[in-house]
């Protein structure tokens, strides 16, 4: 059998995109500039899982690393590095007459000195079901190519570790041996995806269909505006909110792709068919009853609150765990007894200290004891409150107390007591607000989401120095400008609901269009 050639070999990266989707498999391979750019949030796991690989490597003092990119040449490096004595060798390249290639984060050899273990190091706190199979996936890869694998394990963060000081390695990464057994479980199952992988791999005039069509939004692949861009509208049977795939798959396999068409004999909930109900229409669908209620138990002084936060594989501060969500930013919007309304703010621009004391201190300045605290999404401001509560005993009170005294605007449209066409089934505030207040489009600012928020705050903050370009003083005033934005949405989505329940007072609408 000759060598495969380096375009049809399938590398482990290609066959968890095949198991994504085999368009997107296709397309990555052979037409990668149909590639969308990726959103901020993924590149941002690509450099944490790079990261976490080089600081794990520390626990390996004699590793040696293969670091040819050419497949060939990393294949023959690692068979040079093991004929010289190596016993860990970090990216150990095997290359098969298949046409697999796999890189090994860490092989090494077993203490026994028979055999090989093989190790993936992993930036998340579990062994999910996808790291599991591309475990399997080396294991196959490297036993075909000749080795005695002894061990398949898989190396990951610890969510129970608690920085002290400096970062101790040996805390902050356990691994699961579980994975031997696991694969072996799945490895009929794996083979046959890669046969049928390599089957398309070396078809490269061929491009296999996208069935991301059939699955709801939530599992499309990357490239479904590529191969799918008719259903990129809104008010589509995708938009429909809490779709199973169930109920998805028997509209679209009856051709309905619009929400209005939504056939009758399809059972709903509630708040599914009011949302088709208002689609058809084209009309806002208010419950007055149950949204004056609501509003009843909102008490002045009320105190639109929203934080931003950083979160890293690493932790940064002490005391804090892998991915904490850490608050390091908050804009408060104070609407007093006598309907006026106040700007109040924190950002922490400090290097080097952890931003959950200053914050919280000076958010017990910004916040009385009486009135409700408002704020879009409760599970996150809450949560925050309760692990800042937790660091803080002598400011749990005031910090757990807030959670009792919180209201969250979004259950107004999370249960349906507004709905409205343009919301495409959304909750989002950014897909809320353009209905309620257009001029305050996300889009017109330089931080416009929470993502960006947070990777320009740890570019000016906690990285040794800024990316080109990114002046730090210009960063924190547009950091101030969106958080500051997002309060500001609250009051103004606040004051609309007023008006839907007519339950606004008669100043109310020109004090609050007069904002700080």
């Not at 608690?162 to 479980?185: K, P």
């Not at 509003?295 to 936060?309: G, H, I, S």
């Not at 999370?414 to 505030?429: E, K, L, V, Y």
């Not at 120095?465 to 309060?487: K, S």
């Amino acid at each position: 059998m000759t060598e495969p050639n380096q375009t049809t070999l399938l590398t482990k990266s290609d066959f968890l995109r095949y198991r994504t989707c085999p368009a997107y498999c296709w397309t990555h391979k052979y037409r990668p500039d149909l590639i969308p750019e990726a959103p901020i949030d993924a590149l941002r796991r690509a450099n944490d899982g790079g990261a976490i690989e080089l600081l794990a490597r520390d626990l390996f003092p004699d590793g040696v690393l293969v670091d040819a990119r050419d497949a060939t040449e990393a294949t023959r490096a690692t068979e040079i590095a093991i004929a010289n004595g190596a016993t860990t060798i970090f990216q150990a390249a095997v290359t098969t007459r298949s046409g697999l290639h796999a890189r090994a984060d860490v092989l090494t050899r077993h203490p026994s000195g028979h055999g090989w273990n093989l190790i993936e190091i992993k930036s998340s706190t579990s062994a999910a079901f996808d790291h599991k199979k591309d475990a399997t996936f080396q294991r196959i890869a490297f036993t075909e190519a000749g080795f005695t694998l002894r061990d398949v394990q898989l190396m990951h963060l610890d969510r129970a570790y608690r920085r002290n000081g400096r970062v101790e390695l040996e805390r902050l990464f356990r691994f699961d041996s579980s994975v031997m057994a696991w694969s072996q479980r799945y490895l009929g199952e794996t083979m046959a995806e890669i046969d049928a992988a390599l089957t398309m791999v070396r078809h490269a005039e061929i491009c296999p269909p996208c069935g991301c069509d059939q699955l709801t939004r939530g599992k499309r692949c990357p490239v479904f505006p590529v191969f799918h861009p008719e259903l990129l509208g809104g008010n589509t049977v995708y938009d429909l909110v809490s779709i199973n795939q169930k109920h998805l798959s028997e509209a679209r396999d009856r051709g309905v792709m619009r929400l209005a068409d939504w056939p009758a004999d399809i059972r709903l909930n509630t708040r599914q068919r009011w949302q088709i109900e208002a689609v058809r229409s084209g009309q806002e669908r208010v419950m007055r009853d149950p949204l004056r209620q609501f509003l009843a138990t909102m008490q002045r002084p009320c105190y639109f609150l929203d934080y931003e936060t950083v979160q890293t594989p690493v932790p940064l501060f002490r005391d804090t765990w892998p991915y904490q969500q850490v608050p390091f930013q908050y804009s408060v919007h104070v609407l007093d007894e006598s309907g006026l309304l106040h700007h109040r703010e924190f950002l922490w621009v400090e290097r080097g200290e952890n931003p959950i004391p200053p914050l919280a201190d000076a958010l017990r300045r910004d916040i009385g004891d009486e009135g409700s605290v408002l704020v879009w999404h409760k599970g996150f401001e809450g949560k925050r409150n309760e692990e800042m509560a937790a660091s803080l005993p002598h400011l749990a009170d005031f910090l757990l107390g807030l959670n009792h005294r919180m209201v969250d605007l979004m259950e107004s449209v999370s249960q349906g007591m507004w709905i409205h066409p343009d919301f495409g089934g959304s909750t989002s505030i950014k897909r809320v607000l353009p209905v309620v207040a257009p001029d305050l489009a996300y889009d017109s600012l330089p931080i416009g989401g929470g993502a960006l928020a947070t990777l320009r705050w740890k570019q000016c903050v906690v990285d040794a120095m800024p990316p080109e370009g990114i002046d730090p003083e210009q960063t924190f005033a547009n950091l101030r400008d969106y958080c500051r934005h997002d309060t500001l949405a609250m009051v103004r989505i606040w004051e609309y609901l007023n008006r839907l329940a007519g339950t606004a007072p008669a100043t109310t609408a020109d004090r609050v269009a007069n904002l700080p």
